[in-house]
């Protein structure tokens, strides 16, 4: 017979079986014409010279290569290579071994999506609740170099068996929420046209089957297979769709665009799923001009993949953002009909994930804020209406203050009872939370909790209260953690109460504290700073008789690093105790004059026009010769150690300085709604400040500001409302119903 014509072959496919699901055995069908251009397909390097020029010692390496992951290049795509001695021609390097695939990377795998792990039966990859891959056979027309499957030729794993088929399509027939069929491999329209069109049939038999779908690079790489008889099979199926894989505009041959047309006009739509490769298509220039081409085709540019990271192709990876790029360089610049989605597809089978550009700034009920392709930001209103069926428009100048009905409370739980550490001093204990949420409660809100954690930023975002409570101490052991929440709370625009993280950076460092109430006249103790052996020279000389310093972190609250051991009268203690703090602490301590005698605190809060809370001194319960310290010890034990007494206690003339310098420190460092600030007077009788305490622990047992509030004959309930309604006056909030005074 002449092979010339269009003469059959008949070849039986050995273990068949006469109850298959898709009906009797039918023998295989090849198209001599088409099939013996594929088998005259290049599958050595041997075959190469003359066609590729390369060096004969690439040629050694390459034959490695071969052997390792196997060559075919049908000799239609090897003369789409337009440089044969161009190793970087994007044609050569989809096509032709290199010597980069004999290296294999940490994170490489022959398997990298986990197939095989998702295959309840042979052949099916069952990842999606409405959709399974069938893998009809491992061929291909070409061994493209970045294959996902490679494993399916490397491990010689045999062809499915009709029996195989058949198998897989009875799980799809007894699992109904698989409406999508996909049939890839190897690629599909290797088979013979007979074989094709029983498995078509076969699953177009299934009753929830509702889409089949073809994964091929037919089109691309073999078009003469695309013949009158495949599409006369093809043109019995309505419900058929076909994606290819054009990686390169130099794919987009005429050849190829009449293969796509005959597709076409089979009732087939086409997409197009490009795989991003390094050296091939990963600028904007080039995958713009690709898709331009195959809109032109009428084949929609659908996906853009990251490379798959299968064994042997890290020479074809590129870092993930550079797929988002690409496609914001394309946003603006083309039709959005050109533009594909960019997608990765998990790793161990985790599926497919979009990431695109981040056009949308933020949202809020009024309308979003959103990114053009130009980096323009632009205001969009929301579409919503309200109850009475008014649009909503941008927002415009509020005249009336906002309504508050939801608090969200911001804190760092103490986890555990700490007896030696003092890692989580300045954390609130979970009575306390309780204690605040049962006050805001009772004055007709609505309370959300919210621990500070990773993901604060985004719960926030979500429940969205509409004024925070703030009492995070911060994570971490810089000195600016203070101002971490109040930073999230900005950046979120949602109101919160106490100081802006400027005031809160500059309160918790000493040093900078002392320097600024130093500069605008308000009393502070003599203060040094020390940082290693080398900066404690100049402190040799400063212990005069009679004369004590405190040593104390630099940046801490709550008397973190303050101990009965701290106050020291000699230089070689002082040495002891510096080193502890930069060892224990890692900052710097700071060396400060102990005032002898009364420690004092004061409680202020306004802003516009702040006043006093209160004052109480603070005294030891066992009188002894030594200075007394308001040490961590002490505090932990303070119902043993001290006694709290009020104003009435203090001297006149001393309340009225400390009341004096207290509003000029909360004025100078723009302190806001309330804050505590420490005092310890000096022999002279001067108050001095050693203290300024922004974010107050409101503990309604033990914590100092509430202490000195009950001194005064108030109760806990009418300071967490005091507190409120300052915060509340800066930020122009108003309450749902006004409460009682």
């Avoid at 088409?34 to 690439?58: A, Q, R």
């Avoid at 494993?151 to 045999?158: A, F, M, Q, Y």
């Avoid at 950076?505 to 700073?529: E, H, Q, R, W």
């Avoid at 409120?724 to 009682?740: H, M, T, V, Y």
Wanted: glycine content about 6%; overall charge neutral.
């Amino acid at each position: 017979m002449d092979s010339c014509k269009c003469a059959s072959s008949l070849k039986e496919e050995p273990g068949g079986c006469d109850d298959e699901y898709g009906g009797s055995l039918r023998p295989a069908i090849r198209d001599e014409n088409w099939f013996i251009t594929h088998k005259n397909s290049i599958k050595k390097i041997d075959d190469l010279p003359g066609l590729i020029v390369f060096s004969g010692e690439e040629e050694k390496i390459l034959k490695q290569v071969a052997a390792a992951y196997h060559m075919r290049i049908p000799r239609y795509y090897l003369s789409l290579i337009r440089e044969r001695d161009n190793p970087l021609d994007p044609i050569r390097r989809q096509c032709i071994p290199s010597k980069e695939e004999m290296s294999e990377e940490i994170n490489e795998d022959i398997d990298p999506l986990n197939e095989e792990k998702a295959s309840p039966v042979p052949y099916l990859v069952y990842r999606y609740p409405d959709r399974a891959l069938l893998l009809v056979t491992g061929q291909c027309f070409m061994y493209c170099r970045h294959c996902t499957r490679k494993r399916l030729w490397k491990n010689k794993i045999p062809d499915p068996l009709l029996r195989d088929i058949n198998k897989a399509l009875w799980y799809v027939k007894e699992h109904n929420s698989i409406r999508e069929i996909i049939v890839s491999g190897g690629d599909p329209l290797t088979l013979p046209t007979e074989r094709l069109d029983y498995i078509l049939s076969a699953i177009a038999r299934i009753k929830n089957i509702e889409v089949i779908r073809i994964g091929t690079r037919t089109p691309v790489v073999f078009p003469q297979r695309i013949d009158d008889s495949l599409c006369a099979m093809f043109k019995k199926y309505d419900n058929l769709w076909v994606n290819l894989q054009f990686n390169h505009p130099w794919e987009v041959t005429p050849q190829a665009a009449i293969a796509c047309r005959k597709l076409q006009k089979c009732g087939i739509p086409i997409s197009n799923q490009s795989v991003l490769l390094k050296g091939v298509n990963d600028n904007p220039e080039v995958m713009t001009e690709l898709c331009h081409k195959l809109q032109n085709i009428r084949v929609r540019p659908y996906y853009l993949f990251q490379c798959d990271p299968v064994v042997g192709t890290a020479h074809f990876h590129t870092p993930v953002l550079k797929g988002v790029e690409i496609v914001k360089r394309m946003q603006g610049h083309t039709s959005g009909m050109c533009i594909p989605k960019f997608v990765v597809d998990g790793i161990e089978g985790k599926g497919k994930v979009p990431l695109a550009p981040n056009y949308l700034v933020s949202a809020s009920e009024e309308g979003v804020l959103l990114r053009n392709y130009k980096d323009e930001l632009f205001f969009y209103p929301n579409p919503l209406t309200n109850k009475v069926g008014r649009r909503i428009n941008a927002p415009q100048e509020k005249k009336t203050s906002k309504i508050v009905s939801t608090i969200g409370i911001v804190f760092n739980l103490k986890k555990n009872n700490l007896s030696f550490g003092d890692e989580q001093e300045e954390y609130d204990e979970i009575t306390t939370i309780e204690s605040l949420k049962e006050e805001i409660e009772k004055l007709g809100f609505e309370v959300k909790l919210f621990e500070q954690t990773d993901v604060l930023s985004e719960e926030l975002r979500r429940q969205k209260p509409d004024f925070v409570l703030n009492l995070s101490e911060g994570i971490g052991a810089g000195r600016s953690r203070e101002s971490q929440v109040p930073c999230i709370l900005e950046s979120l625009n949602i109101p919160y109460s106490g100081s802006d993280p400027v005031t809160l950076g500059i309160t918790l460092d000493k040093c900078l504290t002392s320097k600024i109430l130093k500069s605008a006249n308000v009393p502070v103790p003599l203060m040094f700073m020390a940082e290693g052996k080398q900066s404690m020279e100049h402190l040799k000389d400063i212990f005069k008789p009679g004369k004590q310093f405190i040593v104390k972190p630099r940046w801490e609250g709550s008397s973190r690093g303050i101990f009965l051991n701290s106050v020291v009268d000699n230089f070689n203690d002082l040495q002891e105790r510096v080193r502890f703090i930069n060892s224990q602490y890692s900052q710097p301590a700071v060396v400060e004059e102990f005032m002898p005698k009364e420690e004092i605190t004061a409680g202020v809060c306004g802003n516009a026009e702040p006043r006093l809370l209160g004052m109480m001194k603070i005294v030891p319960k066992e009188q002894t010769r030594e200075s007394f310290l308001y040490s961590l010890e002490i505090k932990r034990d303070w119902q043993a150690k001290v006694e709290y007494e009020p104003q009435g206690a203090i001297s006149l003339k001393i309340a009225e300085l400390i009341e004096k310098y207290a509003l000029t420190a909360y004025r100078v460092l723009e302190l806001k709604d309330f804050a505590r600030i420490d005092f310890r007077v000096g022999s002279d009788d001067m108050p001095r400040i050693i203290d300024i305490n922004p974010l107050p622990g409101l503990s309604p047992r033990y914590s100092d500001l509430p202490i000195l509030y009950r001194l005064k004959g108030k109760t806990y309930s009418e300071l967490i409302k005091t507190l409120i309604e300052e915060s509340f006056s800066r930020c122009g909030l108003s309450w749902r119903c006004q409460p009682a005074t």
